[in-house]
């Protein structure tokens, strides 16, 4: 029986929140789910009223203060970052199109390398963000003098700003970084969720509640663009500002994103397409379903990069690169018959 769409959405919905309580509870010191779900319960208050007994201090401690944090922060960030990726790619009209296209983590990764590199690790977030959205403003306002503001200009201004960013810390890490705060800046440019807390979850939580949802929700709109400003406009869709609005919308949500996990490569890239390849390319289901695979994909991913060289840690971005790139050839492999 062919699966329809609201039973694929239903079915990655459990698929995330099996994800959760499994990959909270695999580590160093196992856990189980039940033993996940008591704590859960009991810090939300409702594990009395369930009639579930309390675990110790210890075992509470690694699953509310270490293991959740890091998981919840993972997803939020996946699906973040899958939706962003979706929404880039349609509005650009370039499959290659990914949420960093217009300079936004090497703009984030600037302002990120200059607090840590200053010894106030403590404002990271708040300069990686502030970096991605100045980034974004150098792009559009690079592709606006240029005429017209169209997908070519917009990816080709993003591309040199990005190139400028990146060449700009680059020089900032060889001239200032030694020992502890080079290992400390080269973790965060690969990617990680390892040092996540409550306020990461809080940050990538209301960013994903606030951008991330009005966003997925967009896709009539995305549709209209299919095939071009003049076919939305023939809907009666201003597509001047609400490409705007959109890319705006996108920086602030990957900003808010990789202020809390560094740069992820390819979750954003690889998501929509093997979302497509499963349920063809209408946006009002590739978006949500979308963030519900790219939650689960950075869960997973992020339980890999913990667990595989324990007690070594491997920077999640590693991960996702090394599952995305082949992921990616095979996505390319299956559409050489189709024209772009």
Known sequence: ???TRPLILIALVTALAVSVAVAVA???AALSPAEVFASITHH?????????????ILRDAMVWELRLPRVLTAACVGAGLAVSGAIMQSLTRNPLADPYLLGLSSGASLGAVLVLLLGVGVLLPVAAFVGAVAALAASL???GSLGQLTPTRTVLAGLAVSQLCAAVTSFIIFWSASGDSYREVLAWLMGSVGSATWQSV?????????????LAATGNVLDAFTFGDDSARSLGINASRWRWGLLLAVALLTGAMVSVSGSIGFVGLIVPHVVRLIAGSGHRF???ASALVGAVFLIWADTLARTVFEPRELPVGIVTAIVGAPVFAFVLWRSRGVSS
């Open 1 to 3: 029986m062919k699966l």
């Open 26 to 28: 695999i580590g160093p």
């Open 44 to 56: 939300l208050g409702f594990g009395q009223l369930l009639g579930l007994e309390p675990l110790s």
């Open 141 to 143: 306002t690079l592709a």
């Open 202 to 214: 809080a940050i990538a939580g209301v960013a994903l509640v606030v951008l991330g949802v009005p």
């Open 286 to 288: 590739l978006l949500p």
